[in-house]
């Protein structure tokens, strides 16, 4: 985890995120927090990673989603670098629906 950003506004932040209890919720709470475009561009992101899990090529992907290579790059760097994020929600999405 990058330490830069552990910090006690941070920490702050993600829990206020943990009260949330549901969807509704999210959308009072996220759109308070940020703009339609901050919002926006995060969905964006998540939906390329699920794409990409999914093995779409970038070209799909940035035809699906509107998501530059740059962006799409960036995602897939996480995905296959990062702290493992992406995947354990997954998981834990896939688990639910179960």
């Known amino acids: 985890m990058n330490k830069k950003i552990r910090t006690n506004a941070v920490d702050h932040l ?3 995120i943990l009260c949330l209890k549901d969807k509704e919720e999210c959308y009072s ?3 308070d927090l940020c703009t339609v475009n901050e ?3 995060l969905s ?3 939906e390329v990673a699920s794409m ?3 093995h779409n090529t970038y070209l ?3 035809e699906k989603t509107g998501a530059s290579t740059a962006t799409i790059s960036r995602v897939n760097r996480s995905l296959n670098y990062g702290n493992d994020g992406y995947e354990m929600v997954f998981g834990r999405m896939e688990d639910a629906q179960e």
Do not use: G
Request: charge should be negative; proline fraction near 0%; aromatic fraction near 22%.
């Open 14 to 16: 993600f829990e206020a």
């Open 29 to 31: 709470f996220f759109e």
């Open 39 to 41: 919002i926006l561009s």
């Open 44 to 46: 964006q992101r998540f």
């Open 52 to 54: 990409l899990r999914n």
């Open 60 to 62: 799909e992907i940035a």
